[in-house]
């Protein structure tokens, strides 16, 4: 079945005190709805994939919090942000590599903490939420114009993963700034990678691109040396899981080869994020790469394509060194080698 997709759909929103998400386990061949009323679904529906991307799960952690307070009992404040950290763990425990999740959850708790009472804080949280999730299209929209500065007519972008609408509330990051291209009026291809092992560049951001009018061509992992190689890539854009202080990047595992090719190739290679997939604290040795299941690695749409008790290594992302990185777009401005000062004044900026 051929399903609608397009920038202005909403991946996640709050509807009648309850989270409604796009199953994204179901796309391409069906677009499914799911309504969520408890905190616990939320967590297992982020561990499961039925809602993924940084911006996007850390919007869910924040309306799984705002689901926390209204399922709460609790009659004292005391007692209701005891409540709350009990579901802030579980929803963090989720997914350990994408900061954006820490962000949202952490933003709900220091709002609820400068609330005086219960009824305060149940006003306050579904309202907050809700904005965080209306703010991440408007950032992305921002980052959008500052990334299509620095595309060109006629350009080719490989991108890989899905950094689209269906990794935020809305939009997306890096097909984010391909739809600002466009839509300030250059020609725009794009070669979107398969990104193996949970598909979400053949099943997500091709199936988005193609509904939303724009020219994309899906190539095996494989064949990212082989594009290159034959002249077909212009420029690399990337999302982001984190990113540190120093320019490191945690993106969809396949990055850093894709990154260290360009490089071969002498094509720029950009990451376009929020400010709020920095994490401006951690050193690379701190960050937890998450590990999935080995069934993702030995099956393909559940068929199994490897030998039974096979060892698998499946790592959920990889860690792109700065000095691979052209610049990093985000939603006050482009940051550019040495990453340590330009990231340090993009934050200055926002203050
Ligand atoms: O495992 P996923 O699908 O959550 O991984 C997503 C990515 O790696 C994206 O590239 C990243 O979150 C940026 S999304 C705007």
């Known amino acids: 079945m051929e399903t609608k997709v397009n920038s202005g759909l909403r991946t996640v929103e709050w509807k009648d005190n309850a989270v409604v998400m796009i199953d994204q386990t179901k796309l391409p061949n069906e677009l499914v709805y799911v309504k969520f009323s408890d905190y616990r679904e939320v967590a297992d529906a982020i561990r499961n994939l039925v809602v993924r991307g940084a911006p996007a799960i850390g919007v869910s952690g924040a ?115 391909i739809r600002a291209t466009k839509e300030s009026g250059k020609k725009i291809k794009v070669i979107a990678t398969e990104t193996r092992p949970v598909m979400q560049g053949s099943r997500l951001t091709a199936f988005e691109l193609k509904h939303d009018g724009i020219d994309v061509s899906l190539i095996p992992d494989t064949a990212v040396g082989y594009s290159m190689a034959q002249g077909l890539v212009s420029k690399v854009i990337v999302g982001a899981d984190r990113i540190l202080r120093t320019g490191h990047v945690y993106n969809k595992i396949g990055t850093y080869q894709i990154a260290i090719m360009a490089k071969q190739h002498e094509i720029p290679f950009y990451v376009a994020a ?75 900026t926002k203050l």
């Open 63 to 177: 309306f799984g919090l705002a689901l926390a307070v209204l399922q709460s009992k609790a009659k004292t404040k005391e007692d209701l942000l005891s409540d709350l950290e009990q579901a802030r763990r579980i929803l963090h425990d989720t997914r350990p590599t994408a900061v954006n999740l820490a962000w949202g959850l952490d933003k709900i708790m220091q709002v609820a903490k400068s609330r005086n009472d219960v009824l305060e804080i149940k006003e306050s949280i579904v309202e907050e939420a809700k904005s965080m999730a209306d703010e991440d299209i408007k950032v992305n929209m921002r980052m959008g114009k500052y990334g299509a500065q620095l595309l060109g007519d006629n350009d080719t972008i490989m991108t890989h993963c899905n950094a689209g609408a269906l990794a935020t509330v809305g939009y997306g990051t890096a097909l984010g700034v």
């Open 274 to 348: 929020p400010l709020s997939t920095f994490d401006l604290k951690s050193r690379p040795e701190e960050v937890i790469i998450e590990q999935r299941k080995p069934s993702e690695v030995t099956t393909i749409a559940g068929k199994k394509t490897a030998p039974d008790n096979i060892n698998v290594i499946n790592p959920a992302f990889d860690m792109t060194p700065p000095e691979l990185i052209t610049g990093i777009i985000t939603e006050v401005g482009i940051a550019k080698p040495p990453f340590e000062e330009s990231i340090k004044k993009l934050f200055e």
